[in-house]
């Protein structure tokens, strides 16, 4: 069965600090792709990227980053220089491929919280 | 814009009636789609996959009979929260994978939000 572990279930920080929330999943798949989404209070699901687990390249998007490590089955995302704008929900996701590809398995989500 | 697209994106309902969500997948064909349900403050959890053409298959402890699946068309699924009660209060969220031919992605829909009185 799939898992995702979100260990930081609530996050503050001051505006311009960085930030890493992490992610460690379970699967016995050896094909997969790994996700981040971000939720507003809104409800809608934002996408911020999409890994594949044959690729372990590290991945810069402005002042997101993302550490992809299959060794640690982790895929920890950095937020740098945090913003007001950057408060909401994160989830990180664990979907499968073939069959029931699209099939996702979500952590508990982390929620981030940026002062002024 | 939107690929994946849910409506209602808000609806209301007296407890005992029947309330219909639509999914549709507005720029691809999708064989499959998916549906999550959310309490507040809680994760999304899979309720069950839709397979166009062929009944769903549900999650492990969601009730076929309550939560109606139908996937008529490659661009439609439907959840019809049957007899709603209070408790199915919820924010319902589907997606839809898309199998292009060099790579597959998922996308979600907006969710719609439901509230049971």
């Known amino acids: 069965a799939q898992k995702v572990t979100q260990a930081q279930t609530e996050i503050s920080v001051v505006e311009k600090e960085d930030v890493t929330l992490d992610c460690v999943y379970e699967t016995r798949d050896t094909t997969y792709y790994l996700f981040w989404y971000k939720q507003p209070p809104s409800g809608e699901l934002v996408f911020l990227i999409r890994?594949?687990?044959?690729?372990?390249q590290n991945e810069i998007s402005g002042r997101y980053s993302w550490n992809f490590q299959k060794s640690t089955s982790s895929f920890n995302f950095t937020i740098t220089a945090s913003q007001v704008v950057d408060s909401a929900v994160y989830f990180c996701?664990?979907?499968?491929?073939?069959?029931?590809?699209?099939?996702?398995?979500f952590g508990d989500g982390t929620t981030l919280t940026v002062k002024p | 814009g939107a690929v994946v697209s849910q409506h209602p994106s808000w609806v209301i309902c007296k407890s005992g009636t029947s309330v219909k969500i639509e999914c549709r997948s507005l720029?691809?064909?999708?064989?499959?789609m998916f549906w999550y349900r959310q309490f507040p403050k809680q994760s999304l959890m899979l309720m069950a996959t839709s397979n166009e053409g062929s009944k769903a298959t549900y999650e492990q402890g969601v009730e076929k009979d309550k939560f109606l699946i139908n996937h008529a068309s490659l661009t439609l699924s439907t959840l019809t929260v049957t007899s709603a009660h209070p408790e199915d209060s919820s924010f319902y969220i589907c997606s839809a994978s898309f199998s292009g031919r060099i790579r597959n992605t998922i996308y979600f829909g907006e969710g719609s939000w439901l509230t049971v009185v």
């Open positions: 890994r594949n687990s044959f690729d372990e």
């Open positions: 996701a664990l979907s499968e491929v073939g069959t029931n590809a699209g099939k996702s398995t």
């Open positions: 720029d691809f064909q999708a064989t499959t």
